[in-house]
């Protein structure tokens, strides 16, 4: 049975709990924090197994190491893609994720608004390897489809946007990429999986900054990149040699933020409610950003396939 049909219809709770079952070695209920770098092999074929194994759990810690593993698996099981691999920032696994699959030669749709560090990667550092980029309206799902040229390998969404929390009719774009062979990343950081699955729209690669909802309590800074094993075997080597690697002991404040990522969303919703309307009126506020907020200029949120209502 496919690891995905084997939670099939659970609640995220009740996820978050027994996805990493599989690849629990210690019984541990609660993840341990392994302080070693390296791990001890028994012999030297064991150690070549461990050396060419992608992704091993006990090689190196750069590569990973078995709590890392078991986070991977908690949110792949969330977003519903086959694997994930974890990063030392959300940025770490954006930047991973593009030089990845694009190189020089290759075109890239992106959107007007990102988070300020995606929108340094499209502005500078791609055209500076050879990679060309085309901003749209993410709103606009036709200004998608004009900007896609012969040599399109990547869309990049993020939906919603931070901080205008603008959204993109996700699979749309995605149905408009898929003739075209063409790869969709989306950075599903403000709504999680808890609000918006970008994969069962359609999506190729969701990736996280893991420092925020995920994570929930403002004591890691982490990414992920969640994916099918194709895809993941490409960026895995490109994630070794940059070394965006996973701190040692953020997997457990990780494994918490994960299983607590509901009940906080719970809150979030329940909170803004009357505040769009006070802002609006308000002499003091330059403006609100608050989802649902009719002065957001966006999609209807229902329309986008995102459940997000809440700050």
């Not at 499209?122 to 055209?127: N, Y």
Request: net charge neutral.
């Amino acid at each position: 049975m496919d690891e995905r049909e084997k939670f099939d219809g659970f609640r995220n709770e009740t996820l978050v709990i027994h996805a990493d079952e599989e690849v629990v070695e210690d019984g541990t209920v609660a993840p341990a924090i392994y302080y070693s770098a390296t791990f001890r092999a028994r012999d030297a074929a064991e150690f070549r197994e461990m050396a060419s194994t992608s992704r091993h759990p006990r090689y190196y810690t750069r590569y990973g190491n078995p709590v890392h593993e078991r986070v991977a698996k908690v949110i792949a099981g969330l977003e519903g893609t086959e694997t994930a691999i974890m990063t030392g920032s959300g940025m770490g696994a954006i930047a991973t994720t593009l030089l990845a699959l694009v190189q020089a030669g290759d075109h890239v749709i992106a959107q007007t608004r990102h988070y300020m560090g995606t929108a340094k990667i499209m502005d500078e550092m791609l055209p500076k390897f050879g990679v060309e980029v085309t901003l749209v309206e993410q709103t606009d799902v036709g200004a998608f489809e004009k900007a896609v040229r012969p040599n399109t390998k990547l869309i990049m969404l993020e939906s919603p946007a931070n901080p205008t929390m603008v959204v993109t009719d996700i699979a749309a774009v995605t149905e408009l990429a898929r003739p075209h062979g063409i790869i969709v990343v989306a950075d599903n950081t403000f709504a999680t999986p808890i609000n918006q699955r970008p994969h069962d729209l359609g999506v190729d690669v969701v990736v996280h900054s893991a420092t925020k909802y995920l994570g929930g309590h403002h004591d890691l800074t982490a990414g992920v990149i969640c994916t099918r094993e194709d895809l993941a075997e490409r960026i895995w080597q490109t994630h070794i040699s940059l070394g965006s690697s996973f701190r040692r002991w953020m997997p457990g404040c990780c494994f918490g933020g994960c299983a607590r990522c509901r009940s906080g969303w719970n809150g979030s919703m329940r909170t803004p409610s009357p505040w769009p309307a006070f802002w609006r009126s308000s002499r003091r506020s330059s403006g609100c950003t608050i989802p649902g907020c009719p002065a957001i200029r966006s999609m209807n949120w229902r329309n986008a396939r995102c459940a997000v209502s809440g700050a």
